[in-house]
């Protein structure tokens, strides 16, 4: 068997965003992972909070190695991971919450549409939304060091680059979410929390 896929970032980044998770999806119980990548984030915040069902989804490539962390991992609450192209069909399963790192900066903006559209398909009445990643605010960046990124994602894929944080949120709000919590992360990240149907709204 060959090694399991590793991401430093997600050795890094997983307990500051398991505080926003434990703070934010107490109440839910199905939780739909978009972009899993390696699977490590799956297999650390599905042992931590196991009233979750924790549903790992990426695009058929990472298929593989999400499913190896979740098989070593042997965690009851982590099924087998689902192929998802954000562009593509959805589960017609709904789910109490969503959750994306590192995602719509690598992705077209077509893409982060397509996104938001299928998380609004999927999110049961209430719900919450989580995404983490560098965002830009008022059309500036947040640091030097998310220019540089920007830069290499340009050179990468044209149609990638660090979101506007007010376009995202657009988006939120055009499926009926509100912004409740913006959380400054490591490495200049943010990690953002939408909700919709409860008296945040």
């Known amino acids: 068997m060959t090694a399991k896929p590793y991401s430093p970032a997600c050795e890094r980044n997983r307990d500051p965003i398991l505080e926003v998770l434990r703070r934010h999806l107490a109440d839910a119980r199905t939780v739909l992972e978009i972009g899993s990548g390696t699977g490590q984030h799956a297999v650390y915040f599905a042992a931590a909070l196991p009233q979750l069902v924790w549903q790992c989804s990426d695009r058929a490539p990472y298929l593989s190695g999400i499913g190896?962390?979740?098989?070593?991992?042997?965690?009851?609450?982590?099924?087998?991971?689902?192929?998802?192209?954000?562009a593509g069909r959805w589960p017609l399963q709904r789910f109490d919450a969503v959750f994306g790192a590192n995602t719509l900066h690598i992705m077209g903006w077509a893409a982060v549409e397509a996104f938001f559209r299928g998380v609004g398909a999927v999110l049961e009445d209430n719900a919450t939304l989580v995404v983490y990643g560098p965002f830009n605010y008022g059309g500036d960046f947040t640091s030097?060091?998310?220019?540089?990124?920007?830069?290499?994602?340009?050179?990468?894929?044209?149609?990638?680059?660090?979101?506007?944080?007010?376009?995202?949120?657009?988006?939120?709000?055009?499926?009926?979410?509100?912004?409740?919590?913006d959380n400054a992360m490591p490495a200049n990240n943010r990690c953002l929390v939408w909700r919709r149907g409860d008296n945040t709204l």
């Not at 990124?149 to 509100?178: N, T, Y």
């Open 144 to 181: 030097d060091s998310n220019r540089e990124f920007e830069q290499w994602l340009k050179a990468r894929d044209p149609a990638s680059g660090i979101r506007d944080f007010e376009a995202v949120d657009a988006l939120a709000r055009g499926i009926g979410m509100r912004l409740v919590e």
């Open 68 to 86: 190896q962390w979740l098989d070593e991992a042997g965690l009851p609450n982590t099924p087998a991971p689902l192929e998802l192209d954000v």
